[in-house]
């Protein structure tokens, strides 16, 4: 996978952790392709940072999908 290998350059990034985390944003959003690199570099990037893992970031986004907006 390219762009796992591509990924595997960023700090404290292995392959390993950009293919879960590739599976893990294809699985549980609707990310289009073209942006599925840059969205796991920054979900590898906030794991890194805050500790929380991407399966936990994508199941507060689904939470957050989910959620009407009471901003109106």
């Known amino acids: 996978m390219a762009i796992a290998a591509r990924l595997d350059d960023l700090p404290g990034v292995t392959r390993g952790a950009a293919v879960d985390a590739i599976s893990e944003i294809i699985r549980s959003t609707r990310i289009a392709g073209d942006q599925l690199e840059e969205v ?4 590898l990037a906030w794991q890194r940072a805050t500790g929380a893992s991407v399966e936990e970031d994508c199941q507060e986004l689904r939470g957050a999908e989910s959620k009407p907006d009471s901003s109106a």
Not at 40 to 43: I, V
């Open 40 to 43: 796991t570099a920054a979900a």
